[in-house]
């Protein structure tokens, strides 16, 4: 099929070879992939933010974008889970753009979930060695019900050694502007969190959302107890080097 890649603005502008393996593991799989001119922002920052009507200006952006793609696969729970989630209440007023949004919704997946769950491909071939352990974003798990996909892609990964993380669901503190307009509160919880990534005895924090896991080695660095981080969608792309991604 032809899939049309949501870059996502954190992803786009400090990682972006997240997009780019993304790119490589589905070429990899046999499908065309495009990257549409003109996606921008979903809209989360300025939803987040109380500003409603900014919002909306943005997501219309984005789906016009995506209006005439297949289907469209992003490396973000949070991402997927606007447009899931809050597109229908941006537009309950707009039945034009209404329309649109349910069919964005209808065709847009994270990247764990398309992977496993749509396509069924859940062995790769990657190997990686490490002990590692998973951080499952907030938005991806509560709001999507993402779950299984992310630990399903982990655990056939050869020599990797999936460690438990203690109070896994517990958020990390970032949630976007939330980090920001709450500073303390945020450091508290990601100091919590840290401390259970430290406990878990892995080397490796695997996530599917960049903003959480910027956040957790961030304060991981900062307290000098540096892990290596990685989204799930690096993993494999380390991982499958073997198969010539």
Request: proline fraction near 5%.
């Amino acid at each position: 099929m032809k899939v049309s890649l949501f870059a996502t603005c954190l992803a786009n502008a400090l990682y972006p070879d997240v997009d780019l393996t993304m790119a490589k593991i589905l070429t990899y799989l046999g499908h065309t992939v495009d990257v549409p001119d003109g996606q921008a922002c979903c809209g989360q920052i300025a939803f987040n933010s109380g500003y409603f009507d900014d919002a909306r200006e943005v997501a219309r952006t984005l789906i016009d974008a995506f209006e005439k793609s297949e289907v469209v696969v992003g490396p973000s729970g949070s991402c997927i889970a606007m447009i899931h989630h809050y597109y229908p209440f941006l537009f309950e007023n707009d039945p034009v753009y209404l329309a649109k949004a349910e069919d964005l919704i209808h065709k847009s997946y994270e990247f764990t979930q398309f992977i496993v769950d749509v396509l069924q491909k859940p062995d790769l071939g990657a190997k990686y060695k490490a002990k590692a352990t998973y951080h499952p974003s907030c938005h991806a798990t509560r709001l999507l019900e993402i779950k299984d996909a992310p630990l399903t892609l982990i655990e056939h990964v050869q020599d990797l050694e999936l460690l438990p993380l203690p109070e896994s669901q517990l958020c990390c503190g970032f949630g976007g502007t939330f980090s920001v307009k709450m500073p303390k509160i945020s450091e508290a919880m990601v100091a919590e969190k840290a401390e259970h990534v430290l406990e878990s005895g892995a080397d490796l924090l695997l996530g599917l959302d960049l903003g959480c896991l910027m956040n957790i080695s961030g304060y991981l660095e900062k307290i000098n107890k540096p892990i290596k981080t990685m989204h799930i969608i690096q993993l494999l792309g380390e991982g499958m080097k073997n198969v010539h991604i």
